[in-house]
Structures are given as C-alpha cells and as structure tokens.
C-alpha cells in the first residue's frame, strides 16, 4: 500500500508472516518550514554549546505544538515562513563565546559559563527587545552601540564587572564595604574603581573587615528578622521617588481592592504606577510573587515591570504604560473612543492567548495565571493587547504533578469550577478563563448581569446557542461588521474552553491557532468581499457569496 503526505510517499510492504498490515493516517500541516537562516544558526548553537535537548529534533517551530523547548516562533499565518523570536538557554551549562541569531526578540543566556566579551553584533539584532546575559564568566565593557540600543528601550541585564559607560578609563577596583551603625547592621557590598597604590587598597579592605566584625558583634543580640529583599535594585524606587513621578498621586487611571493606579512619568516616558494601599486585599506576598515573577519573565504579549517600591508599609509597581486602558472598559463602552472591530477583537484574543501560553510552556518552571479576566488585558496605542497582574500566579515544579492543591483564588465569574471544587489549581484552569473573557470580547455582555434571564454569561450563551442564530449572541455594538464563519469557530472555541471537564479544554496553544484560524478566514472573506465590490464599482455584475454555515 502507498500514501502521500505533502511531498513525501511511503511505501509498506507486507510479508508473507504477517497478517495485517499497519494502518497510518497522514497529518497535513500547511504551515510554512521555518526560515532557513534561523534553522541554521539554531543548528549552529545546537552543536557549538553540544545542546542534548530531546525535545530539538525536525523543525524548530513547527508544527507548533511541537516546536523546540527554550524558544518561540512568530507562527502567524501558512504562507510566511515562521522566525524564531525568543532563546532562553538560561542555565543550560553553557560555555564559550556568544552566537548570532538574526531575527531574535528576547535572548536569555543567563547563568551560564560563557566567556569573552559582550558581543558588538548583538546592537546590528534590531529585532532584539531583551537580553540577558547575567550570570556569565563575560568580561570587558558593554559595546557603546549596544548602549545606544539601551537608551532607545533595550532591556539588557549584564554582572556588575562588566562596564556600561562607553569609554571607561581601567582603573583598578577594590571592593568597597559600607557600614551603617544605626539601627540593624547594614553591610553594602560594591565594587568601586580605586586609585590609590594595591598595597593602600588592601589595608582599606582590611581595616574595613575588622570593623565590620566589631558592629556585627556589637548588634548581634538586636538582630531582627526582616521580610527577604527583593533583587534588580537598580529598578527598585523610594517612596519620595514614586510620589515625584506621579507628581503626587495627581492622575488616577484606576481604582481597585488593591489601592489605585496612577499616571507618572520616568525619564520623560508613561508610567503606570500601582499603589498598594495598606488595606489592600493584596498583600505582601502577592507584591512579592508579582515583582519576582516579573522582574524574570520577559514576552511581548506580558505587561513589563519597570520597576517598584518596596519601603517599610509603602508598596508600589512601576508598569509600562498602556494607552487604551483594559479590556473590560473597551468592550462595555465606559471608555471614550472607537469600538473594537471584529478585527481587532480576533487579533487581542490572539496576542492574550499567546501571553498566557507563554506562561504555561515558555516559563521554567511553567506558571499558572491564575486571575485571567478582561480587566487584566491591558491595551497599547495601536490596541496590542498584555496580559497584567500576576500577584495570584503560582508555579508548577519540573516533574511534579499535572496540578498544585492550593486555596482558591480568582475572580468570581472566571473561576474553573473543577479548581473551586477540587482546589486543584491546573494550567485548564487558565483555559476556562480565558474562555470567558472569549466569550465577553465575542458577545459584550458582562460576565454577570442580574437582569439577564440567565445572569451568568455561560449560561445566557448556552441558552442563545439552543436558538442557532449567531446574530443574537454577537456583540450589537459590531452592527454586524463580521462574518459567520470565524464567529461560529470562535463561538465553538470559547464553549470548548469552558467545558466543565479539564481533561476536554484545549490547551493555549490550540487555542492561539484556532484563534488565528478565525482572523484568516475573516480577513480572506473580507478580501474577497472588497474585490467583488470593486469589481462591481467598474461595471462587472460578479456577486460575492459569503461561506456561512447554517445553524448548528
């Protein structure tokens, strides 16, 4: 017997011993091969740093749920060959000196042995946004053109050895320990340039050990346990320094069980600052959770942490700014502006989709959300959609179960009712959350409204499903601006999200594809449609039939 798949025929020929033959179905993938340039810098790193990964075998990207661990791909649609965007190696045992991958966004090779210094051809990677190379055997200064990038909104993390201010002079350096007596013993330990005689520089040390030992002996019995500080304190800001940037408190963006959000400005860019009043139903440990979690995780479809506060009771975050506020607030109509198209509804489901997958298979260890709901997708000036709060977040450890028994946490609406009743906290769990706030951007009606006859919104769907008719479930504010098509597919999507059994959910990303699915049948229909009626304005009677289905 023979069959042919894409461009491959297998042949299978039975023996006179055997008595059936087996049976193979072919699975067609039309996504194009990833670019061959990315292919043979991927393979190039795969051997020069002798990486055993079993998961790097055949395409790096696709098919996509396939793709290799550590990176991610820009899988858009069928007929562009995908890039790879994102390499995390953090702590892979690597060593040697840095390789070239062209078309990357984030670049994570940190705690490794890599040696040599910061490479110049990491500034000609424009497509880079993060890189982080902390951790390392690098040495030397940061390439000034790379400082340049930096100044223009790269995110780069190198040790404290390597120079970042163009053209340092070599002095030599001494470490330098600062001790304050007052109060709890203070040890703050730098590195600072010196320019006395070595034998000058090593009695300063000395001198400075022996008086270190005489505090400490000192304050020993005084000593006090203090909440474990946070890392990254070059983004870490006083509370006079948050009260400056928001020229105090002046402009509210928000309000919340947390405290308030405000605008601020930080060398002359938007701010959102999220002040955690001493009330708030956030502790400290959800500040904690955010910063940390935050402070390691770096996606394009993830609100980035610009810094924070963390002063005695005053708890501040320092986020990116995002123009056109939430998600929840587009859809209601409580913000001023344009109503989001079809269009546009498709592609921020996409971009939040991919966030939360990111979360799930990007992360080591993979985290769980936790509270995915429309106020917690936040939009850009052009509508690019983040996905923010990350206070509830919890991870999975490598190896452990399919799920985490934790209290239940979340909010009312969203909450899988497997995780409410079990507490069995799962990565589903963010599924059927996200299937909800599908549901919100697909309908617009809110996620509870007491004067619907079915006040929670899975209910009212199920019940608007029963009729088969999509333009009683469609948000009116579209004026029927979509086609049938993408709209049931999305429909069905958000119902498969929502099924009351995890193991029945698919996982974010399926979920991402079919949502790229519905863009593309979208806008090929819209297409489609603009030729017809162009055809038409010159005087050809050429009809377009839209592909809809009947009810189902």
Not at 60 to 79: A, E, H, R, Y
Not at 97 to 114: G, R, V
């Amino acid at each position: 017997m023979s069959f042919t798949a894409v461009q491959n025929t297998q042949v299978i020929s039975s023996t006179s011993n055997e008595c059936h033959v087996e049976i193979f179905s072919a699975i067609y993938f039309p996504q194009s091969e990833t670019s061959k340039d990315d292919v043979i810098a991927i393979k190039n790193i795969q051997s020069t740093y002798n990486l055993s990964r079993t998961s790097w075998q055949g395409d790096p990207c696709v098919p996509k749920q396939f793709s290799w661990i550590g990176l991610s791909c820009n899988v858009m649609d069928t007929s562009t060959a995908p890039r790879i965007i994102t390499l995390d190696l953090s702590e892979s045992g690597l060593t040697g000196m840095i390789q070239n991958l062209s078309q990357l966004q984030e670049l994570d090779l940190s705690n490794n042995n890599l040696t040599g210094e910061v490479p110049e051809f990491l500034a000609k990677m424009t497509s880079l946004l993060v890189i982080n190379l902390s951790g390392n055997n690098l040495r030397g200064s940061v390439p000034q053109s790379l400082l340049n990038r930096k100044k223009d909104g790269l995110k780069l993390s190198v040790d404290a050895n390597i120079k970042q201010c163009g053209s340092c002079k070599q002095r030599s350096r001494v470490v330098v320990i600062v001790v304050s007596g007052q109060g709890n013993t203070t040890i703050n330990i730098s590195a600072a340039p010196c320019d006395f005689p070595q034998h000058s520089c090593l009695a300063i040390i000395i001198i400075v050990l022996v008086l270190i030992l005489f505090f400490r002996k000192r304050k020993r019995s005084s000593c006090k346990v203090t909440r474990p500080s946070l890392e990254m304190k070059n983004r870490r800001f006083t509370y006079s320094e948050v009260k400056e940037m928001t020229n105090n408190f002046q402009v509210v963006l928000g309000k919340g069980g947390f405290g308030v959000v405000c605008h601020g400005y930080l060398n002359n860019e938007h701010v959102a600052v999220k002040i955690l009043s001493q009330s708030s139903t956030q502790g400290y440990n959800e500040f904690k959770t955010e910063v940390e979690l935050l402070l390691r995780v770096h996606h394009v479809n993830l609100v980035s942490l610009i810094g924070y506060c963390d002063e005695g009771n005053d708890l501040a975050l320092i986020y990116e700014y995002m123009g056109n506020g939430n998600l929840k607030e587009r859809l209601s109509g409580k913000r001023r502006g344009s109503i989001l198209n079809w269009s546009n509804r498709l592609k921020i489901a996409i971009e939040s989709a991919l966030g939360i997958e990111y979360l799930h298979i990007g992360c080591k260890p993979p985290m769980v959300h936790r509270d995915v709901k429309s106020t917690n997708i936040l939009l850009g000036e052009t509508f690019e959609a983040k996905l923010a709060d990350f206070g509830l977040s919890r991870s999975f450890l490598v190896g452990s179960n399919t799920h985490v028994s934790t209290n239940v946490a979340g909010t009312i609406g969203y909450l899988d009712p497997e995780y409410y009743q079990k507490n069995w906290l799962t990565e589903e769990s963010d599924v059927y959350s996200f299937g909800i706030v599908l549901l919100e951007i697909i309908t617009g009606q809110p996620v509870i409204e007491q004067s619907r006859e079915k006040p929670y919104i899975v209910e009212w769907a199920k019940s608007m499903l029963a009729n088969g008719d999509i333009d009683s479930i469609m948000d009116p504010n579209l004026h029927r601006g979509y086609d049938k098509s993408s709209s049931w597919k999305a429909l069905e999507l958000a119902m498969s999200c929502i099924n009351p059994s995890s193991t029945e959910r698919p996982n974010m990303t399926r979920v991402a594809h079919e949502l790229n699915e519905c863009l593309e049948i979208y806008e090929n229909l819209s297409k489609r449609s603009q030729d017809a009626n162009s055809t038409n304005s010159m005087g050809h009677g050429t009809s377009f039939i839209s592909d809809t289905p009947s009810a189902r």
